[in-house]
């Protein structure tokens, strides 16, 4: 959550901080500004609401420098306005602080502080950072910036400036990601890569417990204790139009429709025609790990949850291996039984959700191998894993994940297919047949994206875009599906929804079903098809308005529904991903009729960092 970026070099600070923090509003969205240095001293601009509103204040208040630091804000501690938003400043004000993650000591440091003397102007748990380092100032912002750091418990990225040194810009990191750009004659900060993407392609990627001093002509790294430490500088692959809408209205719009390119990449190379096997070479994980594994436990939040709940049907039925599905946020906090041949297996998009970051930290100290499936390359969770298998989706923008989900229910597939090969669970055939079902999915989307007649239609009618809430029902490989139809609705229409097992409902959500209650149904043909019928039937019984995802060619279940949304004929274990995409539009043409902001809803974001 947050976003932080800051230059140092020759080129207007301002334009590429604004730049960058247009690439990562999806991190946060409440409040925003700027602090900048110039030969006059410390200069700073902010304004709550989303970047326009600092754009505004800029108008009127222009900054012109060749140093500065910028944040666009996620509220943890106190609430979005422009005192709480960032940067912070010390009460001189000539050293600046810019923070994404938690103070969890702030209170302490607070009091200590203001036992001292020290005014606090803001509620954050962030204001703490400029004291202490004003604290510590001897006219060395470095050596002050690391000696405040001592002190800080928690998790922080920070960017810090100084009137008094025009020359330098600090940053550290512990827990919350940061990189560093590397330019001509100039220097960048920034939460993540495309942040930054327009200026260079040279990055490093800062390490918890290290701390640099940036100047326009390089940089310096040490840990907190001043022990010089090595970077590597990396060229990165990323394609910089990935981070812009296109032609397209959102970020999530384009997102749904990268899915069939997304899918043939997260298996090209992978899944290869006439094979029953699949490469997995990136993922580093000795094969005699896996063989002998007696339990996999999953943990990831949100959707990427969703997508491990596919996963576990797929794995358990090809590879034969008890799975567990856990929610990151959980598993921290009990006790887990782990042993060296669990293998412990995080999903996530951003590769930096901060639960499930520490559950593969927990998972690692307890001896079990921890193999991720990630999305942004080089994330901390990628970083920390013994093995990743990436998905490839490209960068995900809209805060409502829809390709990393796909993308991960792909993987998992391909996870599966590998486990069932070495641990001979499944015929070649079998296993081939998996394959050449796999490489079908990308058509099989198109098709969903080609035939969204009734996804539109349906989104329009006033009895689903103007309904108070949605139940989404699934059985089997499509429970999944239901709750992450749920979900996306939820997340961006905020129409309330609940995603349950079909099997479940006579267990108590059919008391909720009335003529003014759509019940959306995924019945596509599968061994759980008649059960689906069943249930329909006990919904239209009750007046339930059904709207059901079907396979194409079923016009008996148009008997039962109001409406039909079809997707093609598809192996049943694969079908969540085909589900996806109507569940995906459905949520997103609701959202739009409703006039919500689809990829900055409300209260949300994108990356979420801090517990
Ligand atoms: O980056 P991660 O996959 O770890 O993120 C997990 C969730 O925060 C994420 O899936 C969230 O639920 C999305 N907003 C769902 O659309």
């Given amino acids: 959550m947050c976003g932080i970026v800051g230059y140092i070099g020759t080129r207007d600070a301002v334009e590429i901080i604004l730049s960058g923090l247009h690439r990562l509003e999806y991190r946060g969205y409440d409040s925003a500004g700027i602090a900048v240095v ?12 989303k970047l326009s509103g600092l754009e505004e204040a800029l108008r009127r ?4 420098a060749n140093l500065g630091i910028g944040h666009t804000r996620w509220a943890t501690h106190g609430a979005p306005s422009e005192t709480n938003a960032h940067p912070h400043l010390d009460a001189p004000m000539e050293i600046a602080v810019v923070h994404n993650g938690i103070i969890e000591n702030y209170h302490e440091l607070r009091a200590q502080l203001q036992a001292d003397g020290v005014e606090f102007r803001s509620q954050t748990d962030t204001e703490v950072i400029p004291h202490l380092v004003r604290r510590y100032y001897e006219g060395n912002l470095f050596a002050a910036v690391r000696r405040a750091l001592s002190k800080l418990e928690g998790a922080y990225a920070i960017g810090v400036v100084c009137s008094a040194e025009p020359n330098l810009l600090v940053a ?16 960048f900060i920034a939460s993540d890569v495309p942040a930054i993407l327009k200026y260079t392609r040279r990055v490093a990627y800062l390490e918890n417990g290290q701390v640099c001093a940036l100047h326009r002509d390089g940089f310096w790294v040490e840990d907190i204790d001043g022990v010089e430490q090595r970077l590597p500088i990396e060229t990165v692959d990323l394609d910089e139009t990935a981070a812009e809408k296109e032609n397209f209205p959102h970020f ?14 997260t298996l090209r190379g992978r899944a290869r025609e006439g094979s029953h096997e699949v490469r997995l070479d990136d993922m580093h994980l000795a094969a005699g790990d896996l063989l002998n594994c007696s339990k996999i436990v999953m943990v990831s939040c949100g959707t990427s949850w969703h997508a491990s709940l596919a996963g576990k049907y797929i794995i358990e039925s090809l590879a034969r ?12 906090y009990r006790n887990p039984i782990l042993r060296p041949d669990t293998i412990v297996m995080a999903v ?11 559950a593969i930290r927990i998972a690692k100290k307890s001896g079990a191998r921890v193999v991720s499936i990630v999305n942004v390359v080089g994330s901390s969770i990628a970083r920390e894993s013994h093995g990743v298998l990436y998905t490839q989706a490209g960068p995900e923008i809209g805060v409502a994940s829809t390709k990393a989900y796909t993308s991960q229910v792909t993987a998992l597939s391909l996870f599966a297919i590998y486990l069932a090969n070495l641990r001979e669970t499944a015929t070649a055939d079998t296993l081939g047949g998996v394959i050449e079902h796999l490489r079908a999915i990308p058509e099989k989307l198109q098709w969903c994206l080609d035939h969204q007649d009734t996804v539109r ?22 429970l999944p599906s239901a709750l992450e139809g749920a979900l996306k609705l939820k997340e961006i229409s905020y129409i309330h929804a609940e995603g349950y097992g079909a099997g479940e409902m006579k267990h108590g959500p059919i008391a909720l079903v009335t003529g003014a209650m759509p019940v959306v149904c995924i019945a596509v043909r599968s061994a759980v098809y008649d059960k689906m019928l069943s249930n329909i039937q006990e919904i239209r019984a009750r007046e339930g308005l059904v709207l059901a995802i079907a396979t194409e060619g079923d ?10 949304i079809y997707v093609p004929e598809c192996y049943e274990p694969l079908s969540p991903i085909v589900v996806a995409i109507p569940v995906q539009l459905l949520a997103y043409y609701i959202a739009v009729n409703r006039h919500c902001d689809v990829d900055q809803p409300r209260n949300l974001a994108k990356s979420v960092t801090v517990e």
């Fill in 38 to 49: 110039t030969s006059n001293g410390l200069d700073c601009v902010k304004a709550p609401g």
């Fill in 61 to 64: 208040h222009p900054l012109h």
């Fill in 172 to 187: 550290a990191r512990q827990g919350s990601p940061l990189i560093i750009g590397v330019g001509q004659d100039e220097m």
């Fill in 252 to 265: 999530m719009l384009k997102e749904i429709y990268q899915q069939p390119e997304v899918i043939r990449n």
């Fill in 321 to 332: 291996v008890p799975v567990e599905v856990d929610l990151a946020s959980e598993f921290r």
């Fill in 348 to 358: 996530t998009q951003s590769g930096e959700t901060a639960d499930t970051l520490e």
């Fill in 457 to 478: 239609k349906v989104s329009g009618d006033p009895r689903y875009c103007h309904a108070r809430s949605f139940l989404y029902l699934g059985r089997s490989y499509n």
């Fill in 555 to 564: 016009e008996a279940i148009r008997r039962y529904c109001d409406d039909v």
